[in-house]
């Protein structure tokens, strides 16, 4: 009983010891963050004091966000109970009484002991380090042997004692020695892939990744069952990826377990109603909560935004193939080769404007250029070279960037930029703020960096405005003044600035110098987590379907149709809309079209809400209701003002479709739809000349004539002599008829066979009368 009171006082002593140790931790880690954030360092990297939040490349990080994810270990610790019994057991009095003389901070956790299997010292425990050929090994090696198997020595001198055994059994070490030589199968494919841009070297890479893929690599097999998925470099079999994923599964890969979801949501590959069970089964349609929607939005809004770098992510195309159908002179902002090619030929002419416009091209990448830095560097060094300042800035942004093209190098880009600037460029202006913000190749300066800030904000450029706006969030060379920094931000984001709208989105959420809006922070957040990496995934959709293989293209959209993407959920309905994807099987096309046009409807597409009210009107995909097709054509007009839901909403009053028959309601609509758009004004104008027939034919119907012919008095209306003027007119017609048929007569000329036999000679053209 002594020693279980002397157990517990030590427990006690060894709790108090550790949470002071850890309490001092917390508040030295406190100390330490709040002195980074007094003062800006040379990284990218702007605290702010009262709000627990820091600005980094211009964005906005929250302190909180990233102490969110702790590790579980607080879960596993025992009880004190479970402690004293174990303790009991282990320890002794003796042992007891050194430990409370111990500091807790020389208490190492102990690894597990490696032991010997057979050679010379078979379960001996392998002893670290040990000396093998005058070299020092603190861990297994092969080295001394031709069959790759890992061994150890059980004692310090291998050479003195021979005392050695395998670290390994022969079956681990088989199965090592496979997945290395599967990963060196995949680095080699993998560098292929990274190293060309040509589809056919990129075709080879994934036969390395399909060889590795069969020898259970993890990485190779996410990449080739993706490849299966989508038709990338591999023929395109959902068959194949569903297998792949179901094993990618079982070994708890995330990617495998995403993708297998994604198929049974969309029914690829799997039964339709068990696509319908799964979305119970995982509570898809779950309550609608704005909250928890900020919560996920915001985790992945994190990680798109610190991707963002100085240059600038990848420019991505968002095109609406509906759009491209009802409109086929509209722009998709493609480049066609030729025009590309016009581009390149002017610039190797020495044109300055176009050199400057293939560099931005091939800097962001986009409408149909793949993005290639050698290839931007190349045409901004040309145009700078002819003095452009434009290009200057962006070779300054390339050196302050730096890649594996374009070595980093502040002092090179801080020319650039002084140069530019020099010339009233607002890049280069920009670019010199954050030199001086930052500290590269110069002592930081906020003043300078603000001034540089000002000068290119005022001149409309968006990096300018977004740092001004992060300067006065964190008073950083400034009063702190949320309300100019919220306008900043605003003016940047109206340029099209990823970080702009993650920090509009920050501010929403918190209520920071706004009142707090979670539906506009969620809506900021989603358009920031939209323009991620995985967003390009758009534009292979689109040239997928452009070269005719419209499954590889359906199958992408409805990828990131899952994920929200409203142009993905009406390209993915469009497709199926026009049975163009052999995948999805005909009885299933028109539901899961219907289900991604209410999708996109419901996230403000036009065209979608129409169609949704044209599924309902014909019964495509679900049952034929006119009121639910009613309902759909007025939200499309009252809020899109669409002429096309305006037209619709006037047959069916005309019909007295879903709604009672009015004619004059019909008309209106018919009118509101020629106002909206000129090119309704036809089918209007004729739908307007039926609708008068129809109101004239019904006047008629419902009108009795016989009754109006009995009341009607000839001699009151016309006058006693009626039948006289009646007859005269009468007479005069039959007059006029009868001379324009004389006339007509008299102009018929005579036959052919009552002409002279010998016709007279007729003069000269010049000479014959006039007729």
């Known amino acids: 009983m002594d020693l279980r009171k002397r157990l517990a006082l030590l427990l006690c002593a060894a709790a108090v010891l550790s949470c002071g140790l850890a309490t001092a931790d917390e508040e030295g880690s406190q100390d330490e963050s709040l002195d980074s954030k007094t003062s800006l360092p040379s990284e990218e990297q702007v605290g702010d004091r009262s709000t627990g939040t820091r600005v980094v490349a211009g964005q906005i990080f929250h302190e909180s966000e990233e102490s969110d994810s702790h590790t579980e270990d607080d879960e596993s610790f025992r009880s004190p109970e479970e402690e004293k019994e174990s303790m009991l057991e282990e320890l002794n009095s003796l042992e007891m009484s050194n430990l409370l003389n111990k500091n807790l901070e020389d208490v190492e956790i102990q690894k597990p002991v490696l032991t010997a299997i057979g050679g010379t010292a078979d379960s001996e425990p392998c002893h670290f380090p040990f000396l093998f050929l005058e070299k020092e090994y603190a861990e297994c090696t092969a080295d001394g042997r031709e069959d790759g198997r890992l061994w150890c020595a059980t004692t310090y001198d291998y050479k003195r004692d021979q005392k050695w055994g395998f670290c390994e059994t022969e079956e681990q070490s088989n199965k090592r020695r496979q997945m290395q030589e599967a990963e060196d199968v995949y680095q080699t494919g993998m560098k292929i892939f990274n190293e060309s841009s040509k589809k056919a070297q990129k075709k080879e890479a994934y036969q390395y990744l399909l060889k590795a893929a069969d020898m259970n690599h993890t990485k190779a097999m996410e990449k080739v069952s993706y490849a299966l998925l989508f038709g990338d470099y591999l023929k395109q079999n959902i068959q194949s990826a569903k297998e792949l994923f179901e094993k990618l599964t079982e070994e708890g890969s995330p990617k495998g377990q995403t993708a297998l979801g994604f198929l049974y949501a969309s029914g690829l590959g ?47 195309q968002r095109i609406r193939l509906a759009d491209e159908v009802e409109n086929p002179g509209m722009a998709s902002g493609m480049l066609e080769e030729d025009l590309i090619q016009y581009y390149q030929f002017l610039a190797e002419k020495g044109d300055v404007q176009a050199q400057v416009g293939l560099g931005q091209l091939h800097l962001h990448g986009g409408r149909g250029v793949e993005q290639n830095h050698q290839r931007a560097f190349e045409y901004f060094n040309q145009a700078a070279n002819a003095g452009n300042s434009h290009a200057m800035a962006f070779l300054g942004k390339l050196y302050s960037e730096g890649s594996d093209i374009i070595p980093q190098s502040n002092e090179t880009a801080l020319q650039y930029f002084k140069k530019a600037a020099d010339m009233g460029n607002p890049v280069g202006q920009s670019g010199l703020g954050m030199a001086y913000l930052y500290g590269r190749g110069v002592p930081v300066n906020y003043e300078l960096a603000l001034k540089y800030f000002q000068k290119a904000a005022e001149q409309g450029w968006v990096d300018g405005q977004l740092q001004l706006g992060s300067m006065y969030y964190n008073g950083i060379g400034v009063k702190r003044d949320y309300k100019q920094a919220l306008k900043y931000f605003n003016l940047a984001s109206q340029g099209g600035h990823i970080l702009a709208f993650y920090n509009l989105a920050q501010m929403h959420a918190t209520g920071t110098g706004v009142m707090r809006s979670c539906h506009t922070a969620v809506e900021l957040f989603k358009n920031v987590c939209e323009r991620g990496r995985w967003s390009e995934r758009l534009m292979t959709a689109y040239n997928s379907y452009k070269d005719g293989d419209s499954n590889a293209a359906v199958v992408q959209y409805l990828l990131l149709a899952e994920q929200g993407y409203e142009v993905a959920q009406s390209n993915a309905a469009f497709i199926l809309d026009q049975k163009e994807a052999s995948i999805v099987g005909e009885n299933e096309t028109y539901p899961q079209a219907l289900l991604h046009w209410n999708r996109a409807a419901s996230q403000g597409y036009t065209v979608a809400r129409i169609k949704l009210g044209d599924y309902h009107f014909y019964g495509f995909g679900t049952d034929v209701d006119y009121e639910t097709a009613f309902i759909h054509y ?132 010049e000479h014959q009368p006039p007729q």
């Open 270 to 316: 799997v039964n339709s109603s068990q696509a319908k069970g799964y979305r119970y089964w995982g509570g898809i349609g779950v309550l609608q909560s704005c909250e928890s929607a900020l919560t996920h939005y915001r985790l992945v809004a994190n990680h798109v935004a610190s991707d963002i770098s100085l240059t600038g992510g990848t420019v991505v």
């Open 634 to 765: 007025r939200l499309a007009s009252e809020q899109q003002h669409s002429a096309q839901a305006m037209f619709n909403l006037g047959y069916m009053h005309e019909k007295g479709l879903g709604i009672k028959q009015d004619i004059h309601l019909a008309k209106r609509f018919y009118d509101m739809a020629a106002e909206a758009s000129p090119d309704a004004q036809v089918p209007v104008f004729l739908a307007l000349c039926k609708l008068g027939i129809v109101y004239s034919l019904q006047y008629v119907r419902e009108t009795n004539i016989r009754e109006i012919v009995s009341h009607l008095d000839m001699d009151q209306l016309l006058g006693p002599e009626w039948d006289l003027y009646l007859m005269t007119i009468i007479a005069l017609l039959l007059g006029t008829v009868i001379a324009y048929r004389q006339r007509q007569h008299q102009a018929i000329l005579r036959p052919v066979g009552l002409r002279p036999a010998v016709p007279q000679q007729e003069p000269p053209p």
